[in-house]
């Protein structure tokens, strides 16, 4: 990985934003410069979705602060203290995979929230050592992730596309939503979408 500038004060600013926040993660670029992932979300069977995915990554809903279910451990800045809340990493997702997402989780039941920030910018040389080691990692994890968290997952969306906007608007916890309507289409060249 490869941490562009900026990127850990951006995350450093987000975290100090609010003492529930125990974790920041960042806009992750593959090496071709697509979005690997703008925050992640998790389906109701237990898989994973790099939320904006091959898009390009300047796009104007990769671009704003929010709420996320997980971050990935490629770039993932903690609270000490929440951290140390909830037990650290647990040892039955070693060596990797599911660790990030189980931390996550585990963050949010412990009254945490995970945040995406777009200005923590990084290159991420996916599978770089080896695919098919991490696809065989990622298979044996994600049973154990599945029994360890099957309550949350049942309130989770069904995994399918028509289901990504309500999958990326995660639990709330009794917070209200603002809905803003605009003039006219948020083109970045009109001023908006950014």
Do not use: N, Y
């Given at each position: 990985a490869l941490v562009e500038p900026g990127a850990i004060q951006a995350a450093m600013?987000?975290?100090?934003?609010?003492?529930?926040?125990?974790?920041?993660?960042?806009?992750?670029l593959l090496a071709?410069?697509?979005?690997?992932e703008a925050g992640c979300l998790v389906w109701s069977d237990g898989g994973c979705h790099g939320y904006g995915r091959g898009d390009d990554p300047e796009r104007g809903e990769y671009r704003f602060r929010r709420e996320v279910d997980f971050c990935s451990g490629v770039f993932l800045l903690l609270r000490r203290a929440a951290f140390g809340a909830v037990g650290g990493f647990d040892e039955a997702f070693a060596p990797a995979y599911y660790e990030d997402v189980d931390l996550c989780v585990r963050l949010r039941e412990a009254g945490y929230r995970t945040l995406y920030e777009p200005d923590a910018v990084l290159r991420h040389y996916e599978f770089g050592s080896s695919a098919e080691r991490a696809v065989a990692l990622q298979q044996?994890?994600?049973?154990?992730?599945?029994?360890?968290?099957?309550?949350?997952?049942?309130?989770?969306p069904q995994p399918h596309l028509r289901n990504l906007l309500r999958a990326r608007t995660v639990e709330r916890r009794g917070r209200q939503r603002i809905l803003l309507v605009d003039d006219a289409v948020p083109h970045g060249w009109l001023g908006g979408g950014l």
């Open positions: 600013a987000a975290i100090e934003g609010s003492a529930d926040i125990g974790a920041v993660g960042g806009r992750v071709d410069g697509t979005l690997q044996l994890a994600r049973p154990r992730f599945v029994a360890k968290h099957e309550a949350w997952l049942g309130r989770r």
